[in-house]
Nanobody
């Protein structure tokens, strides 16, 4: 059982930045942790995942070059640095965790989820 708590959401203007945090109850060095988002009326989509132990990350096409996922193993926290935010980034952002073998951008592959943090970007 892995418990996840997101924080850092808020309201910003287009072009601004936010850093989301995901505090995990498990040792993050050994689990896959990802960020996903869901806007009203849309399906949940993969934003970024961090594969443990291999320095490998994956990003959704719409956020490549703007968002960065990283983890602080000592603190069991995974971050999502979001720069050059756009109105279309507005969504509820969720942190999720799973075993490394299931580390993809597909939400259905993740078992453990946080409750989410809202990000709103105005034009």
């Amino acid at each position: 059982q892995v418990q996840l708590v997101e924080s850092g959401g808020g309201s910003v203007q287009a072009g601004g930045s936010l850093r989301l945090s995901c505090a995990a109850s498990a040792y993050t060095a050994r689990i896959c942790v990802g960020w996903f988002r869901q806007a009203p009326g849309k399906e949940r989509e993969g934003v970024a995942v961090d594969v443990p132990g291999g320095d490998r990350t994956m990003y959704g096409d719409s956020v490549k070059g703007r968002f960065t996922i990283s983890r602080d193993v000592a603190k069991n926290i995974v971050y999502l640095e979001m720069n050059d935010l756009k109105p279309e980034d507005t969504a509820m952002y969720y942190c999720a965790a799973e075993t490394p073998v299931s580390c993809t951008l597909v939400p259905e592959m993740f078992l453990y989820w946080g409750r989410g943090t809202q990000v709103s970007v105005s034009a």
